[in-house]
């Protein structure tokens, strides 16, 4: 059985389908007047969606590899390149079909060409089903800090079908919980209670709500960012050693530290963040080898929130919000609580 999710968005609403065989329901999301759709996706997924898709329509394949290193402007060149030899018109389609890395790259390019055309997002991991899919964030990396490019372009629909997560490797697996253990700090709902379809279709209500209220990130939004500004600082400087789900979980045992810095939250509050992220969700929340503070606040300063010295997101009495000019102090009782040198 599925159920359906509803980001609403006014005209931009849409469904995101949840549960096993989820798939057999992505003709449901397809525009009637289509006529090419454009699958991005990587070789290794080898994912047939020929009797998904609607019968007289034409379909292209185009392949990104796999890791960081290929969100890029290059590859977002290169497909766009593609799609034109495909003849991709402005009433066509685009698909995204795999984890975050690939539906950032397929929204990017259908946000790109002809200045925007339609995408549906199939997520084949954790990570891509509960959050990267899901409320229209896309986009590529540059040399100095991840999603530094990019645009909002929300999809026309996206699956999100658990059969896909039977063969997902123990180390993307433990990514989903790093931004599961988020949703838990952002509404107190112990996620692990529930069955996989309920827990994924929970993730996404949570992420709805907030998108519904807050599209562009101007204001609530920021929230889905919290342990990002740490984990996304870890992420460049391990050289992406560490994932992206690895990286938010010490990143938001870190947060959790500068709240007790800022004297915004007590020990206690500390040591339950240790008990949710480690204990609870199996993760760990020890720092890559050989990343130094020096550089993690370099790299933070270049982090899209801030637009007022240090900006990070922070638990407090008034629960989880963002908070400007956090102060060189309070980085360093954080690194000194966490052993970074
Ligand atoms: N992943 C954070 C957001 O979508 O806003």
Redesign the pocket.
């Known amino acids: 059985m599925t159920r359906r999710v509803r980001v609403a968005l006014g005209e931009r609403s849409y469904d995101v389908v949840v549960g096993r065989g989820a798939i057999n329901e992505l003709g449901s999301l397809v525009p009637g007047d289509v006529r090419r759709i454009a699958i991005v996706t990587q070789a290794h997924l080898a994912i047939d969606l020929a009797t998904q898709l609607p019968q007289g329509v034409t379909v292209s394949r185009h392949l990104v590899g796999d890791g960081e290193a290929h969100k890029t402007l290059a590859t977002i060149e290169r497909l766009t390149e593609e799609f034109a030899a495909a003849g991709l018109t402005r009433n066509d389609l685009v698909i995204g079909v795999g984890g975050g890395m690939v539906t950032d790259l397929a929204g990017f390019a259908a946000a790109s060409w002809h200045r925007g055309v339609r995408v549906v997002h199939v997520a084949t991991t954790l990570v891509g089903m509960i959050?990267?899919a899901?409320?229209?964030?896309t986009g590529v990396n540059l040399s100095v800090g991840k999603n530094l490019v990019g645009a909002f372009w929300q999809p026309s629909g996206v699956v999100c079908d658990t059969a896909y997560l039977d063969t997902l490797p123990a180390r993307e697996q433990r990514c989903g919980n790093g931004?599961m253990a988020k949703y838990h700090f952002l509404t107190g709902d112990d996620l692990l209670a529930l069955d996989l379809a309920a827990r994924i279709a929970r993730c996404v209500e949570i992420?709805a709500e907030?998108?519904g209220l807050d599209e562009r990130?101007s204001g609530r939004?920021?929230v889905?960012?919290y342990g990002?500004t740490l984990g996304h600082a870890l992420e460049i400087a391990s050289n992406f050693s560490l994932a992206h789900g690895e990286s938010v979980a010490v990143g938001m045992m870190f947060a959790a530290c500068v709240a007790r810095a800022l004297g915004r939250v007590d020990d206690a509050r500390v040591a339950k963040h240790r008990a949710v992220i480690v204990d609870h969700y199996g993760l760990s929340i020890a720092m890559p080898a050989g990343v130094r503070r020096a550089r993690l606040i370099e790299l933070m300063h270049q982090d899209k929130k801030a637009i007022d010295g240090l900006t990070f997101v922070l638990d407090g009495v008034h629960g989880i919000e963002t908070v400007r000019g956090v102060t060189t102090a309070a980085l360093d009782a954080a690194f000194d609580a966490l052993l970074v040198t």
């Open positions: 959050d990267a899901i409320g229209g964030k931004e992420k907030i998108v990130e939004r920021a889905l960012n990002h």
